[in-house]
């Protein structure tokens, strides 16, 4: 018997999968956009390779997000049924994200900073067929080689490579970051706040691009706009009933807390609105080059609240 072999058992599989947790879930949630989707993907891998001869692998981290980007585009096509019959605009679900100096509760409920995790890249990611949207991430979020892909993908180099081709042809145009240093984003995040609740509609202007989008996810779940609002005049009057609402919340006696996000959420500045110290409302800002917002994402559904949970407890 060889002694230089590694002796598996079932601790070190634990531990070897464990090790590789956070880059499986960062690649199944860019993969699907839904953070609670990526978590049942990621266990559904651990159950395959709890199963495997451990042995037998030889890149135990290449094995695991192959079985993990394969489960992902599984999902992804099962889950293009259920958005069809999504009630209101569909957004992807928000999550904390970490690039190593975020202050957010140790978790490991977090996804690494890149720009594929914007909410704005990944609703442009959702109009790429799945095996394009997972070519797509490999590549430009993880740097993953054609040929890596292709084994993983069980496709040829040359069939990646188009495939590459064709989704970076399709987000080009609509795929437009500008990186601006965090004290500028909180900042804007809170002069955007302090304008929504101040009541005067001037400043908000000043912050707002001519044309800025809010769109409101609630999933039929919770009252949100079953619409994009577009538009100085329109966003400015919707942002301003919201803040109204908001006060009618606390004078029914309703713990209301409005704050900007400490923490990185998807990479871009938010606001969190919480009631009784749950987590009511997600907005993340979308940022233009000259620092106006372009576009408010307005996550409600309760049920895509998951990778911000951990908010709640750092709150209480």
């Not at 957010?104 to 594929?116: F, G, K, M, S, W």
Request: with cysteine; proline share 4%; glycine share 6%.
């Amino acid at each position: 018997m060889d002694e230089d072999l590694p002796t598996w058992d079932d601790t070190k599989a634990a531990q070897v999968f464990n090790d590789q947790r956070g880059l499986l879930t960062s690649v199944a949630y860019r993969v699907l956009g839904r953070w609670s989707d990526a978590e049942d993907v990621v266990q559904d891998a651990w159950l395959r390779w709890s199963g495997s001869d451990y042995a037998s692998v030889q890149d135990p981290k290449a094995f695991l997000v192959t079985v993990t980007t394969r489960l992902a585009i599984d999902q992804l096509r099962k889950a293009q049924s259920r958005k069809e019959n999504y009630v209101g605009p569909w957004l992807p679900e928000p999550v904390l994200t970490r690039d190593g100096a975020d202050t957010a509760p140790d978790t490991a409920d977090r996804v690494v900073l890149d720009d594929t995790v914007s909410l704005a890249m990944l609703l442009v990611m959702e109009t790429l067929s799945p095996l394009e949207r997972a070519v797509f991430v490999l590549r430009e979020a993880f740097d993953y080689s054609f040929a890596e892909i292709a084994a993983m993908l069980d496709r040829t180099e040359a069939a990646v490579r188009q495939l590459l081709v064709r989704a970076r042809t399709h987000v080009h145009e609509k795929r437009s970051r500008y990186p601006l240093d965090d004290v500028k984003r909180r900042s804007i995040a809170e002069r955007f706040l302090a304008a929504c609740t101040g009541g005067d509609v001037a400043p908000l202007l000043e912050l707002l691009s001519p044309e800025v989008t809010v769109i409101s996810d609630g999933g039929g779940v919770v009252s949100a706009a079953t619409r994009p609002v577009v538009g100085l005049d329109h966003v400015s009057r919707f942002l301003l009933g919201i803040a109204t609402k908001y006060e009618k919340y606390i004078e029914a006696g309703v713990d209301i807390r409005i704050e900007v996000a400490r923490t990185g959420i998807n990479g871009d500045p938010a606001i969190l609105a919480f009631a009784d110290d749950k987590i009511l409302y997600v907005y993340t800002l979308d940022l233009a080059e000259d620092g106006r917002i372009r576009k408010v994402f307005a996550m409600a559904n309760p049920e895509k609240l998951s990778g911000v949970r951990a908010l709640e407890h750092d709150a209480g």
